[in-house]
C-alpha cells in the first residue's frame, strides 16, 4: 500500500494502490476486482478499499511507514479480515477451525480434490502388497491431511514448529470427533526421535507438506534412515521439490506419481504432488 501525505496538521493522507506487487518489481499494481478471487472476497474487497481511503483522508487511519497488508480470507461464504479471528471452513464433510491470519490452502474448489489424492496415495497397499496402518504427517499446519486420512489408519501423528496451529489441529481433531490423532509441536525433525520404532516402517506413510524452500537436509536425512514404506510429498515449488526427489530417488525409492494442482489460475504458483515408495 503505498500513500501520499497531503495534510500533515491533521494526519490525513491519500491511500495510493491496493493491490499486489507487480512480477519482478517492487511496484504496486492497483487491484479493484480479482478475476481469480471468489465473488465473496471481490465484494469485501470493493467496500474495504473504499473504507480504507474514506479512513486515511479522514484522518481516522494510523499511517503505516511501510505499507501495510490487507487480509480477506472467504470461509464458507463469509469474508473475515481480521488475522485474529478463527474461522470454519469445511473439507469433505470435516470441519476445520482456524486463525484467519493463520496458513490454510485458500481454494476451496481445488482442496477437496487435493485431500483426495494424498488419501489415496497414503493409504494404497505398501509395495509389498500391505495394508499402511500408521500415517505421520509432517509440517502439519491445523491438522488438514492427517485428520482427512485418518479414519483409513490405525494412528495418525502431526508434527508442526506453529505451536499456534499445532492447538487448532488438536481442536480440531476434537471439534471432528477423531480419537486417532496426535498433534506434536516441534520441527519436523524431531518426529522421527518420537516416534520410531513406535511406527512399523513397512506399514508407514509419511506426508510432508513443506514451506517453499522443501525440506531441510537434517530432515532428509533422518527420514533416510528411518526409511518408511512411503513418502507423499506436496509442495508449493516444484524446483526445491524436484531437488527433494532426486534424494530420494537415489536414496532407494521410486517415484510412482506426480500430480500438479492449478490452486492459482493465470500465476506462475502451483502445488504438486509426488508420491514416493521404498524400493530397497
Known amino acids: 500500500m503505498n500513500d501520499k501525505t497531503i495534510n ?9 494502490p491496493i493491490g499486489f506487487k507487480e512480477k519482478a518489481s517492487r511496484r504496486l499494481v492497483d487491484v479493484p476486482y480479482c478475476h481469480i478471487a471468489t465473488p465473496a472476497i471481490n465484494t469485501a474487497l ?17 499511517k503505516p511507514s511501510k505499507g501495510a497488508t490487507l487480509l480477506l480470507r472467504d470461509a464458507e461464504g463469509v469474508v473475515q479480515t481480521n488475522p485474529t ?3 470454519d471452513t469445511l473439507v469433505n464433510g470435516l470441519t476445520f477451525r482456524f486463525q484467519a491470519g493463520n496458513f490454510f490452502q485458500n481454494n476451496p474448489y481445488m482442496l477437496p480434490k487435493m485431500v483426495d489424492l494424498v488419501v489415496s496415495a497414503a493409504t494404497a497397499p505398501s509395495p509389498i502388497g500391505e495394508r499402511m496402518t500408521h500415517l505421520i504427517d509432517c509440517y502439519c499446519g491445523s491438522g488438514l491431511f492427517a485428520l482427512g486420512s485418518s479414519s483409513f489408519f490405525d494412528v495418525c501423528v502431526g508434527i508442526e514448529v506453529n505451536s499456534k496451529a499445532v ?9 471432528n470427533g477423531i480419537g486417532n490423532c ?12 518420537s516416534r520410531d520404532p513406535d511406527f512399523p516402517r513397512d506399514n508407514t506413510v509419511v506426508v510432508v507438506d ?13 527420514l533416510d534412515r528411518y526409511r518408511p514404506a512411503r513418502v507423499v510429498y506436496m509442495s508449493c515449488d516444484p524446483a526445491t521439490q524436484a531437488r527433494d526427489a532426486n534424494f530420494l530417488v537415489g536414496h532407494g525409492y521410486k517415484i510412482v506419481s506426480v500430480q500438479p494442482f492449478d490452486l492459482f489460475p493465470q ?6 504432488l509426488a508420491v514416493f515408495d521404498r524400493v530397497r
Open 8 to 16: 500533515n496538521s491533521l494526519k490525513s493522507y491519500e491511500i495510493g
Open 46 to 62: 470493493e467496500q474495504i478499499r473504499n473504507d480504507k481511503r474514506t479512513e486515511a483522508i479522514e484522518g481516522r487511519l494510523k
Open 85 to 87: 479471528k478463527y474461522v
Open 167 to 175: 492447538e487448532e489441529a488438536k481442536a480440531n481433531a476434537v471439534l
Open 182 to 193: 496426535d498433534f506434536v509441536s516441534a520441527s519436523a525433525e524431531a518426529i522421527f526421535q
Open 210 to 222: 513443506p514451506p517453499r524452500k522443501g525440506c531441510s537436509q537434517e530432515f532428509l536425512e533422518q
Open 267 to 272: 500465476t506462475r504458483h502451483i502445488e504438486c
